[in-house]
């Protein structure tokens, strides 16, 4: 392990190096002395049974390493906002929606709760939070094909209007993104939407549709896959195609109830008005996904 973690410190010091880790230009200041939390999740991989600990990862924050002050699991339910793509084009019947959405109606723990979003030009409730099953499957039937889909704005309203007033006594979020990724007239950017993901530590996973643009090139953002990948991959989720939804709702449901941690440290040499770049790993034998950033604190 002491060569596999000598190699990650030379090929995290190489990025620094050559600017792709920012490096902070403050101390401190401004930064929250109670700690930065962050969500994690963590696997064990090998045939161990030991609960995992701190002395088990390695943070690393702009290339500088830093010291883990708790690691504990998060057995708390979850708050879950399935957004659904109600656009036009979309490629994909509305029987096939769905299906989707009900494997997780299925699968969700008790105490967890669902909140579902269809959006196009703008984002509209389908059905507000509940655990109950048939009241998911019979709102279902306002979903539709209209208009074009404003994905980065509709990830926008999903924060602020319906996660965000949650916090901060529900720390357990995550976005459920059924899409192909395409973004057709959102005022907000592909950039600050992951920056909002990443600052109110909303975990997102994505269902992925075809892609309808035949892999076209977008100004100002990603092609429609690589933007359901960076979504996901930012923020600590994963991307499953739409025809494993079942397997995909049972796998989230199941991580975000049994592999859920939180992770606090305080950042040395660090500003909340600069970027930092989070980069975490385990020993031999443990998986971690975290979000990959966090975003400064300015407007």
């Given at each position: ?39 994690v999740l963590a696997f064990r991989e090998d045939k161990k049974t030991d609960p995992i600990r701190i002395e088990n990862l390695f943070l690393y924050e702009n290339g500088i390493e830093q010291k883990i002050k708790n690691f504990t699991y998060d057995p708390s339910p979850a708050k879950i906002v399935i957004l659904v793509d109600n656009s036009k084009s979309m490629p994909a019947t509305v029987e096939a929606m769905k299906k989707a959405v009900m494997e997780f109606a299925y699968e969700i723990f008790e105490g967890d709760q669902l909140f579902v979003l ?182």
């Amino acid at each position: 392990m002491i060569f596999v973690r000598f190699l990650v410190l030379s090929f995290i010091l190489l990025l620094s190096a050559t600017g792709l880790f920012a490096q902070s230009r403050h101390n401190t200041k401004g930064v929250d002395m109670e700690g930065t939390v962050v969500p994690v999740l963590a696997f064990r991989e090998d045939k161990k049974t030991d609960p995992i600990r701190i002395e088990n990862l390695f943070l690393y924050e702009n290339g500088i390493e830093q010291k883990i002050k708790n690691f504990t699991y998060d057995p708390s339910p979850a708050k879950i906002v399935i957004l659904v793509d109600n656009s036009k084009s979309m490629p994909a019947t509305v029987e096939a929606m769905k299906k989707a959405v009900m494997e997780f109606a299925y699968e969700i723990f008790e105490g967890d709760q669902l909140f579902v979003l269809g959006y196009d030009t703008k984002a509209e409730i389908v059905q507000e939070w509940t655990d109950d099953a048939k009241k998911i499957e019979a709102s279902l039937g306002t979903l539709r094909k209209d208009g074009n889909p404003y994905l980065f704005d509709a990830i926008d309203s999903t924060i602020t209007q319906i996660l965000m007033p949650l916090m901060p006594g529900t720390r357990k979020t995550a976005i459920i993104l059924i899409s192909d990724g395409l973004d057709r007239g959102s005022k907000l950017s592909f950039e600050l939407a992951l920056n909002k993901l990443q600052n109110e530590n909303v975990t997102l996973y994505a269902l992925q549709l075809p892609d309808r643009t035949g892999g076209a090139y977008r100004r100002d953002q990603p092609k429609a896959p690589q933007v359901l990948t960076q979504l996901a991959e930012g923020t600590g989720g994963r991307v499953f195609p739409i025809e494993d939804a079942q397997e995909a709702a049972k796998s989230i449901c199941d991580e975000l109830r049994k592999n859920r941690y939180l992770l606090s440290y305080i950042p040395t040499n660090a500003s909340s008005y600069d970027a930092r770049r989070f980069f975490l790993i385990g020993d031999n034998g443990i998986n971690i996904r975290s979000k990959t950033a966090q975003p400064p604190n300015v407007k």
